[in-house]
């Protein structure tokens, strides 16, 4: 039945393309976004799960 649908479809093969572009696409920008960003940052955010000094702000009994 699914394939019935896919075949009556006009254009259905740009999908998959487009599909593959959004992905390249999204993958390149978190590349570049973790070669930017600074060692300070990265540095703060990896010692916040050991660090004392952040309280939770949600206690729960």
């Known amino acids: 039945m699914y394939k019935e649908v896919l075949r009556s479809m006009e254009n259905v093969e740009i999908f998959p393309i487009i599909s593959l572009?959004?992905?390249?696409?999204?993958?390149?920008?978190?590349?570049?976004?973790?070669m930017k960003v600074p060692k300070e940052y990265v540095d703060h955010m990896s010692s916040l799960p050991?660090?004392?000094?952040?309280?939770?702000?949600?206690?729960r009994p």
């Open 50 to 59: 050991m660090d004392d000094d952040h309280e939770l702000t949600n206690n």
């Open 21 to 34: 572009i959004i992905f390249v696409l999204f993958f390149v920008g978190v590349a570049i976004w973790a």
